[in-house]
């Protein structure tokens, strides 16, 4: 099937889905839910042969925890979709009402966006998350994963499928691309009127490549060089837990922190809190902060712009609060902005003036997540601020129009 073929049933799918009830609705994401766990051992089965191939191909450790699935994880992806499930409907919720100058009555209701693309890369779950907020959303979607996990894609686009047939509901609510050859992302990057809203989630690579070359309309999300500023007068235990959660938990996330800056009045007894908390992960660090640290790799100026998705971690010292909003300015991706301190107007400065989705203070950044914030799940973290920013959830993935009635009325 081509890919035009695939958006003009995604279309009719959409059509009908938009007009489906809150009750039709929730019985496909209940029978989604409940085929995910009867058909486990099929998906894991073919989890296992990606991370296989993804060891062959010498994918990092960090990359390899990404797409891996197990029981667990797969049961928490199950009840995700019965979060979403318990989520009011967006659909047809007016936003605004009121009567007009000319007796006109105007409404402002939620509507479904039609079809959402969404081109991902390696981690499984984002299938079954955006295939789900789509669907209560109203929205048919058409989903372009990544090589790494295509096996594991195809067996969850399969098993959702017939889920959706199991309650009557036209399965081209969710389709999969199964080529993952570059040309297939820049055809669809290129398909308006096919396509009403397309979201990349990946590496800053991916997200630049949409964001230059598509011809519909593009949410950027995802990349996310993201930073722990420990403040002067920060609580030096609380930041080693903030930071180790922020790091270490998994790496390979884009709320995963990128880079610590610490004040030069705590640099020398933080920075080796940081480095036992740190245990296995590189850090490279400024000249101070290797002056303090001796061993560690001395960063570059690319070194405080990646986003590692690995052991790997950037370190700088900063004279001041104002240097280091400064290299966050500098660096940031506009995802996630974290300082540690116990000086509430420092507090208060650092999240009035960090430009991003998300700022934290005395929090780690892996919060930045649609399940951590109430969404049920996110089809991605937004890092623009038109339309939607920070995590999107149902009604991010919604568009609006209004309803106008009257008696005759017409414009002098």
Same mark, same amino acid.
């Given at each position: ?23 039709? &609705? ?109 669907? &209560? ?77 598509? &011809? ?47 004040? &030069? ?148």
């Amino acid at each position: 099937m081509t890919l035009t073929e695939m958006g003009a049933r995604a279309r009719v799918a959409a059509n009908a889905l938009a007009l489906a009830g809150e009750e039709a &609705k929730n019985a496909a994401l209940l029978a989604i839910s409940q085929a995910l766990i009867e058909h486990g051992d099929e998906i894991l089965a073919a989890n296992r042969e990606d991370i296989a191939h993804a060891q062959e191909a010498g994918l990092s450790s960090a990359m390899i925890e990404r797409l891996t699935l197990s029981e667990a994880r797969l049961a928490g992806i199950a009840n995700a979709i019965l979060k979403v499930r318990a989520l009011p409907d967006p659909v047809g919720e007016v936003l605004e009402a009121r009567t007009l100058y000319n007796g006109l009555q105007l409404e402002k209701r939620r509507v479904p966006m039609g079809v959402i693309c969404v081109i991902y890369e390696s981690r499984p779950n984002v299938t079954v998350d955006s295939a789900v907020l789509c669907l &209560k959303a109203g929205s048919a979607a058409i989903l372009r994963g990544g090589k790494e996990t295509i096996r594991s894609n195809l067996a969850l686009e399969s098993v959702m499928r017939a889920a959706l047939q199991s309650v009557s509901m036209n399965p081209d609510c969710v389709q999969l691309v199964h080529d993952t050859a570059r040309e297939t992302a820049r055809e669809l990057m290129g398909m308006r009127g096919a396509i009403d809203l397309l979201i990349p989630r990946g590496g800053a690579g991916l997200i630049r490549s949409v964001v230059e070359n598509a &011809k519909v309309p593009v949410i950027e999300t995802g990349a996310g060089n993201c930073h722990i500023y420990v403040d002067a007068k920060a609580n030096l235990e609380m930041a080693a837990a903030i930071l180790q959660n922020a790091k270490m938990q998994r790496p390979s996330v884009c709320n995963a922190a990128e880079t610590l800056l610490v004040h &030069k009045d705590v640099a020398e007894r933080f920075l080796p809190m940081a480095q036992r908390a740190l245990g296995g992960c590189q850090l490279r660090g400024c000249e101070r902060a290797a002056a303090i640290l001796p061993g560690i790799a001395l960063a570059t100026e690319e070194d405080f712009a990646t986003e590692y998705n690995d052991y790997i971690l950037a370190v700088r010292v900063v004279d001041s609060l104002e240097e280091a909003i400064a290299h966050i300015a500098r660096y940031t991706t506009h995802h996630s902005e974290a300082i540690v301190t116990d000086d509430a107007g420092a507090a208060e400065t650092f999240m009035q003036r960090i430009d991003a989705a998300a700022v934290y203070h005395n929090a780690s950044t892996r919060f930045t997540d649609g399940e951590e914030f109430g969404l049920g799940a996110e089809i991605g973290i937004s890092t623009q601020k038109m339309h939607a920013r920070g995590p999107m959830g149902l009604r991010e993935i919604c568009s609006y129009k209004y309803f106008v009635r009257g008696e005759g009325q017409v414009r002098g």
